[in-house]
T-cell receptor, first 110, second 114 residues
């Protein structure tokens, strides 16, 4: 069965700094990979997804993620973080069903 | 169009009572999912409905948990004899054709068992 690991429970970055959130997955075939964001008091919103093709995918709000099969990773990146990016971020892998990671809470310092 | 809706938004119940949580998926979405999000935890998969197929119940934590989906639309998650550890936010999501497609999430029901 598939599984997802997000090694960082909490990350703090300064506004304007770059961001990378780590995600490692376990899946027997080519995975369907997703990043969702959950802002305080909000529902989960899809940031981006990878199904096939180009391993660098662009998402909303200036986020991107790179699929690296050799490392079983799908890390989320943003070149310059904004205060509004403070939220909980979830990586997920789909297949016959979907599995979410435990999430990474992002705090943005002014 | 309307998104996924869930009711109630908040539910407080006494230990040992049964509760029902409702989910209205986006019209036309054939797949429906229930997840549980405990404080500080990720999303725990509970159950998955796809069309008229038998549901995937592999995530249900105990036989006190059950779910139905009537007419391929509305779903009800029932928790019998609630326990304090059942306190969590219960999220429902729907999608068009299956788990490889984007899931749209409802706002959740916050369940508190006292």
């Amino acid at each position: 069965a598939q599984s997802v690991t997000q090694p960082d429970i909490h990350i703090t970055v300064s506004e304007g700094a770059s961001l990378e959130l780590r995600c490692n997955y376990s899946y027997g075939a080519t995975p369907y990979l997703f990043w969702y964001v959950q802002s305080p008091g909000q529902g989960l919103q899809l940031l981006l997804k990878y199904f096939s093709g180009d391993t660098l995918v662009q998402g909303i709000k200036g986020f991107e993620a790179e699929f690296k099969r050799s490392q079983s990773s799908f890390n989320l990146r943003k070149p310059s973080v904004h205060w509004s990016d403070a939220a909980e971020y979830f990586c997920a892998v789909g297949g016959n069903d979907m599995r979410f990671g435990a999430g990474t809470r992002l705090t943005v310092k002014p | 169009g309307a998104g996924v809706s869930q009711s109630p938004s908040n539910k407080v119940t006494e230990k040992g009572k049964d509760v029902e949580l409702r989910c209205d998926p986006i019209s036309g979405h054939t797949a429906l999912y229930w997840y549980r999000q405990s404080l500080g935890q990720g999303l725990e998969f509970l159950i998955y409905f796809q069309g008229n197929s038998a549901p995937d119940k592999s995530g249900l934590p105990s036989d006190r948990f059950s779910a139905e989906r009537t007419g391929g639309s509305v779903s009800t998650l029932t928790i019998q004899r609630t326990q304090q550890e059942d306190s969590a936010v219960y999220l429902c999501a729907s999608s068009l054709v299956g788990p490889a497609i984007e899931q749209y999430f409802g706002p959740g029901t916050r369940l508190t068992v006292t």
